[in-house]
């Protein structure tokens, strides 16, 4: 070309170059010598051309080198691959046997799903129905603590300096305080419940220890009960339309303050409409921090289905109803007793008013000092909602009959921690374990309860859907029972059988090292111990 020539002309050149066909050098023909017009570099035309897929390849001769050093075909000057073009790819996927081939895999791949989604249908079918969760309120799922603000230091700044060891060691949802008010005058009839006590502190500290206690998750329930340690509670006042508006009054007023609810004992001596009325004040007054209120009731009668006595009482009913459970000579007395209570809380009552377990008031204690372990361990066990008077986790010694506050034993919680080889009260080790299984255990904490038949002893079950099973057996004797020994099958369809052995989760009583896993015929309770055994589910 002539050097002269314009760079237009020079490109066109180029791509007329790259047009012409690539072919393999003929044998035998030397090469041609480069031109001086053009680049120094290997030109197109002395590279291998191969066919791919009906499309030419380019390979350099160095590669066709390698290929001729390795034996390989490019030493001959074969094509390195060959592969169809399009169209007779196309003729060959029409033949019959590949359209044959398609129809077989799609025919396993659709037939692959059918049968998994089928099998997955099948497990769902016969995989066993999970029972959807009750709605229950906050002081269903945990226990309250009931105590007078001189238990913890005389002031509320004290009770709030008390707050992290109710969440924390005890993990209770509620404090029950009171009661807050001076003392009542000579001339009146129930104090002024309006009022706080000067000597307590002020409003601002009233209100710091509503929210300290919210900053904890722990709700305060504030004791209005004109005469706490009385019996009767209200005497000549039950019936006085005047005293009815001041309390009514007394309870607007509180609510006000952000508290989660209203404690009244006696409530059994008060016409059952003004109750009535006073719960609906509880429920409806709005709270600003949005949480559900409770009125809270107090007895001093044994026997629920006497206090309640038609529809609006109380949401908890609070009273001594572990006494009848306490021995009498006759183990029929204490299965039939339990039956009553269990009986009442799956009653229509159940749906509008829970049961509040204790051992005692602050002023006194319901039940015998050598079975306070074992009722402890029902108070934990049964369905409803535990209640500790300050001190019952400390084995606080109270009277049965008694109208003055003893002093709140705090050396016992720490004097482990600062002497460092003491040792808890058994009282505050069964409140702290029992408290933490059943806030993470369905069967103790929504489950249903059923009486058992074990002899002199007192056995319940508590068992929820699919979860672990609990069963509770208490030997209110002075002797060494054996409940299960010679147990058959129940006859009664409605009776849930037990397995052979089950787990030792809790004793009131000191138990061998690795004595866990208890055959039930064999097992032995001792005198007044209570054991919470466990077992996995099974299909019934």
């Not at 020539?5 to 041609?32: D, F, I, N, V």
């Not at 799922?141 to 008390?162: C, S």
């Not at 924390?168 to 404090?175: F, I, M, P, R, S």
């Not at 609070?318 to 009848?324: N, Y």
């Amino acid at each position: 070309m002539d050097p002269e020539s314009p760079p237009r002309e020079l490109e066109l050149s180029a791509l007329e170059a790259e047009k012409e066909p690539m072919a393999a050098a003929e044998p035998g023909t030397p090469p041609q010598a480069p031109s001086p017009h053009r680049d120094p570099s290997p030109a197109p035309e002395q590279l291998l051309g191969v066919e791919k897929n009906g499309l030419k390849m380019k390979i350099p001769p160095e590669e066709e080198e390698e290929e001729a050093a390795l034996g390989g075909s490019g030493a001959s000057g074969s094509p390195k691959f060959t592969g169809l073009g399009k169209e007779e790819l196309l003729r060959e996927a029409g033949t019959p046997l590949w359209a044959r081939a398609r129809v077989v895999l799609l025919v396993l791949f659709w037939g692959g799903w059918i049968g998994m989604l089928g099998a997955a249908a099948a497990i769902v079918a016969q995989a066993p129905r999970c029972q959807p969760l009750p709605t229950k309120a906050w002081w269903e799922l945990g226990a309250l603590y009931r105590a007078p603000p001189k238990a913890f230091g005389g002031d509320l700044k004290g009770v709030e300096k008390r707050l992290g060891y109710l969440k924390e060691k005890l993990q209770v949802a509620g404090l029950v305080l009171g009661p807050v008010y001076p003392e009542k005058s000579s001339k009146a009839e129930i104090p002024s419940l309006k009022e706080l006590d000067p000597a307590l502190g002020t409003m601002q500290d009233f209100s710091a220890l509503v929210q300290a206690a919210k900053d904890k998750g722990l709700k305060v329930i504030l004791d209005l009960t004109p005469n706490p340690a009385g019996n009767p509670v209200w005497g000549d006042a039950a019936n006085d339309s005047g005293v009815h508006q001041q309390v009514q009054a007394a309870l607007s007023h509180w609510l006000k303050e952000d508290i989660a609810g209203i404690f009244l004992d006696g409530i059994d001596e008060l016409p059952v409409s003004v109750v009535a009325r006073w719960r609906n004040l509880t429920e409806q007054q709005p709270s600003s921090s949005g949480v559900a209120r409770v009125l809270v009731g107090g007895t001093r009668q044994p026997d629920p289905w006497k206090v309640l006595r038609g529809p609006g009482g109380p949401q908890l009913l609070l009273g001594p109803f572990l006494q009848p459970l306490e021995p009498k000579g006759d183990s029929e007395s204490l299965e039939g007793a339990l039956r009553n209570l269990l009986n009442f809380l799956s009653s229509n009552f159940s749906s509008s008013v829970g049961l509040g377990w204790s051992v005692g008031s602050p002023w006194e204690a319901w039940v015998s000092p050598s079975l306070r372990l074992q009722q402890l361990l029902l108070l934990w066990g049964l369905p409803g909602t535990p209640v500790l008077s300050y001190g019952d986790e400390l084995g606080l010694q109270r009277p049965l009959k008694n109208q003055q506050l003893l002093p709140m034993p705090w050396e016992s919680i720490e004097a482990p921690k600062t002497a460092g080889n003491g040792s808890e009260p058994p009282e505050l080790e069964l409140c702290t374990t029992l408290a933490a299984l059943r806030a993470h255990e369905r069967s103790l904490l929504l489950g249903e309860a059923s009486v058992v038949p074990a002899g002199p002893a007192v056995a319940v079950l508590r068992r929820w859907d699919q979860s672990e099973r609990f069963l509770l057996v208490l030997n209110p004797d002075s002797t060494p029972l054996k409940p299960f020994s010679g147990r058959r099958e129940p006859r009664d369809p409605r009776e849930p059988p037990l397995p052979p052995s089950a787990t030792l989760s809790y004793s009131t009583a000191p138990r061998a090292p690795g004595e866990q896993q208890l055959p039930l015929e064999e097992l032995t309770v001792g005198a007044h111990e209570g054991v919470l055994l466990s077992f996995p589910y099974s299909p019934e």
